[in-house]
């Protein structure tokens, strides 16, 4: 079976149940799709944890790629100069959810932190597949649909800060499924549910943020829910 999941913000403990509600095995695979990291205080806890595992695929988020971009430049700077900027940069971050990432990072040996850093320096930035016959195009998050009309010409940044169109469908082919949003900002009405429409999913149900956490089966498009810490 193939599952999805995403914008898990640190919150291991969901996490942990939702791997064990679906049964998750090693001849399984397991697509995250970005933020690991942030606001909640698990995020490098998870990456221990995931990092160890062969089918877990990891699609890169907004707040994976400051994080990773941050610690980098604040535990091994490459001089002064970059340090100090890093220390500018950190003000952003740390308003943003960056805090607890930092702290449980900086409490790590120097092996463990590198070992994370380039850990994440894997993660992709898009990923295509095809499960049962249906089509899945998955990444954090997409541009607006003429701009992933003209796939050729995108930037690695629409995949991660991109605003997508969920009102429009995109592709009569194939599913675009997302991350980034709360599904609650597409549509009050799926607070903390999966929002499947117009062949967009979109799975951020915000569970860092009270709701629970989403998870998809590709091969049935089943969704499961954890509720929780
Ligand atoms: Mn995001």
């Excluded at 995250?32 to 490098?44: A, F, M, Q, S, T």
């Excluded at 092996?111 to 249906?134: A, G, W």
């Excluded at 549509?187 to 569970?207: F, L, T, V």
Aim: a negative charge.
């Amino acid at each position: 079976m193939v599952y999805a999941m995403s914008d898990l913000h640190g919150c291991y403990e969901k996490f942990a149940k939702m791997l064990k509600k679906i049964n998750f095995k090693d001849s399984d695979t397991l697509y995250i799709l970005g933020d690991i990291v942030d606001r909640g205080d698990g995020g490098i806890k998870i990456l221990q944890d995931i990092m160890t595992r062969p089918n877990v695929i990891v699609i890169q988020g907004n707040h994976d790629f400051s994080a990773r971009r941050l610690l980098k430049m604040l535990c091994m700077p490459e001089n002064e100069a970059e340090y100090e900027k890093a220390r500018e940069h950190y003000a952003f971050w740390s308003i943003d959810g960056g805090q607890p990432t930092y702290r449980s990072f900086v409490a790590l040996s120097f092996e463990e932190q590198k070992k994370i850093l380039s850990y994440m320096n894997s993660f992709l930035i898009y990923d295509e597949i095809i499960v049962n016959n249906n089509t899945f195009f998955m990444s954090h998050t997409v541009p607006e649909k003429n701009r992933m009309l003209n796939f050729e010409n995108l930037l690695w940044q629409e995949f991660i800060a991109g605003e997508p169109e969920y009102d429009k469908q995109y592709f009569d082919n194939k599913y675009i499924i997302t991350g980034h949003t709360p599904t609650a900002f597409i549509d009050p009405d799926c607070k903390g549910k999966i929002y499947k429409k117009n062949n967009h999913i979109a799975i951020d149900c915000g569970a860092v943020f009270g709701n629970p956490l989403g998870c998809i089966r590709l091969d049935t498009l089943e969704e499961f829910y954890v509720e929780g810490n």
